[in-house]
């Protein structure tokens, strides 16, 4: 056990404490981790070493300290961010007029806590935290204490003293509710990283699961038309990003629920990762020039937004060819009147395309929606 001074608080019956801790500890207790997932672009080799050739930060021995975990909720870290606070760190250093981490991080532990009032102050007292390594996460403040520890590997940190508010009491749905609280009512966090966070771990909620599930499945398949093109958690080359995909497919799978009952939404769920990855597919050969061609915009999310609303119309269609309305070749059968009829000009982003973009976003969405839909018939 390692002892710091600290105050205990309470708000609405959680309880938390204030303390300070050092970059020694900080280096003994913490681990750094961060949510892993796969599909996003390959870092280029040659601008990564001219970049880490500038930085002072020693990021093969930092990067050491950094694991991925699916159960993780913080996003992958940015090394410029890291890079401007290691340079702050040693203005204020050389400086000595200013303090380098004046405001608190955000701590949690798995792990309870002692803490033991002094004489005549109950919320006054030492705090006692076991001494194991990694026994400490981050919830905010992440960059900073990783700025801190690249100093510390130089001998750059000694004496500094990091306020903290550590908790010790939260669970897991917890935590990871505290930290989209915190990021997207404060910084703002990227809503493709929540969507992330609210369908997998936040909301015991089996629609926003499932499309967090199938736009993976989209992004990271080696067979996917889509694959690497999803800006998962905000980042990545494509040109589509998670969040308005993941909320049309949540509304589609409440659809279904309300319309169809328990037994049909079952189906679909059951169904769902393996329809939309045929259905993609289907798309990509039923329109191949605008899927390959750089001058149209068939993978905008306003396109695939239409695509995922038209789904019932085109499992609806296959069941009237009499066919497995998931199977690919069934899909490809069913929506060969939009190859037909609407063709691959109707994506030409300098052409109709743009047209109706006039009427914005929505209305571009709800334009091609109903082409689609009229279409099949």
């Avoid at 870290?77 to 204020?92: G, N, P, S, T």
């Avoid at 993976?216 to 589509?240: A, C, F, Q, W, Y």
Wanted: hydrophobic share 40%; net charge positive.
């Amino acid at each position: 056990m390692i002892s710091v001074p600290a105050r205990r608080v309470k708000q609405f019956g959680v309880e938390f404490y204030q303390a300070g801790l050092s970059a020694k500890d900080i280096d003994r207790l913490v681990k750094f981790e961060v949510l892993g997932y796969t599909g996003g672009p390959e870092p280029d080799a040659k601008g990564k070493k001219s970049k880490a050739s500038r930085s002072r930060v020693n990021w093969d021995m930092l990067e050491k300290r950094i694991s991925e975990s699916e159960t993780a909720y913080q996003r992958p870290v940015i090394r410029r961010k890291i890079d401007e606070l290691a340079a702050y760190y040693r203005e204020c250093k050389d400086a000595a007029t200013l303090p380098a981490i004046p405001g608190a991080v955000i701590i949690t532990s798995e792990k309870r806590f002692t803490f033991t009032p002094v004489a005549g102050h109950h919320d006054l007292g030492l705090l006692q935290i076991p001494e194991e390594h990694g026994v400490l996460r981050v919830l905010d403040g992440q960059h900073r204490l990783l700025a801190l520890h690249a100093l510390s590997q130089n001998g750059e940190a000694a004496g500094i003293e990091v306020p903290a508010v550590l908790f010790d009491s939260l669970d897991a749905r917890q935590i990871v509710e505290l930290f989209v609280t915190i990021n997207a009512k404060h910084t703002r966090l990227n809503p493709s990283h929540i969507i992330s966070l609210s369908g997998r771990k936040l909301y015991p909620d089996p629609n926003q699961a499932l499309a967090h599930d199938v736009i993976r499945s989209l992004n990271e398949d080696d067979t996917s038309p889509l694959h690497g093109e999803i800006k998962m958690l905000g980042t990545g080359r494509g040109r589509v990003s998670q969040a308005p995909l993941a909320e049309e497919i949540v509304d589609l799978l409440e659809t279904v629920e309300k319309v169809g009952g328990g037994a049909r939404i079952q189906e679909v769920r059951q169904h769902a990762k393996r329809f939309f990855l045929n259905y993609i597919k289907a798309l990509s050969t039923t329109f191949p020039g605008a899927w390959a061609g750089r001058k149209y915009s068939i993978k905008t999310g306003a396109a695939l937004r239409a695509f995922v609303r038209t789904a019932p119309d085109v499992m609806a269609r296959a069941r009237e060819l009499r066919r497995d309305s998931y199977d690919l070749n069934a899909i490809r059968e069913a929506i060969k009147p939009w190859g037909e009829r609407l063709r691959d000009r109707r994506f030409e982003t300098e052409g109709e395309w743009k047209l109706k973009l006039a009427g914005g976003t929505r209305g571009t969405v709800d334009a091609l929606t109903r082409e689609l839909r009229d279409a099949l018939r």
